[in-house]
């Protein structure tokens, strides 16, 4: 299987670990952990949000190179087994927000990236991330409390990862075009 291809299925494997990996950290990790809510971790100066948020942000890097490598197609497919995935490990009270936000963000993410790519890829993760780590916020945040408390928190956390990743995409870029990889 050609390089390009076995990348591709590990960027589909880690996003999608990232769901039940997110679900997890929502409830074991953090510096405040109420019994009753999610773990929160420092994003910011005074402000906290729920754990989960900084491997959500990295999903949107992983769809990306997700499409990047294998196509639309497999992309699609990895949207909508996310959001059954996310579906099936979400608290019951949280199904709808959960999965609904997942499908619904991850898509905006799609579309913006898919005119972006060949623009250049770091420009095209960065609009894409961005866009769909507030349409997820927003998304869930109203699905699942009804209102936009912890809105800050959860786009300072993944925008965080996304800013971290960018090295690595920029890497891979010149990668590529050193040992001549195509986008799918």
């Known amino acids: 299987m050609e390089q390009r291809r076995i990348e591709g299925f590990l960027y589909l494997a880690g996003f999608g670990a990232s769901i039940p990996l997110s ?49 639309k197609g497999w992309t699609l497919l990895a949207i909508g087994l996310g959001a059954l995935l996310s579906a099936v490990l979400a608290p019951p009270q949280l199904v709808v927000a959960s999965s609904g936000a997942f499908a619904i963000s991850e898509l905006a993410d799609f579309a913006v990236y898919t005119p972006l790519q060949r623009r250049g890829l770091v420009l095209a993760v960065l609009a894409s991330s961005l866009v769909g780590l507030v349409v997820d916020s927003v998304l869930f945040l109203q699905l699942a409390f009804g209102g936009l408390d912890f809105l800050l928190g959860q786009v300072l956390g993944k925008a965080w990862m996304v800013l971290l990743s960018l090295p690595l995409v920029a890497w891979l870029r010149r990668r590529d075009e050193r040992l001549g990889i195509q986008p799918a």
């Not at 100066?45 to 990306?64: C, E, H, K, N, T």
């Open 23 to 71: 679900n997890w950290m929502i409830g074991h990790i953090g510096v405040v952990c109420p019994g009753t809510g999610p773990c929160l971790l420092p994003v910011g100066p005074g402000i906290l949000a729920p754990s989960g948020v900084l491997i959500v942000g990295i999903a949107f890097v992983l769809r990306d190179l997700v499409q990047r490598r294998l196509g």
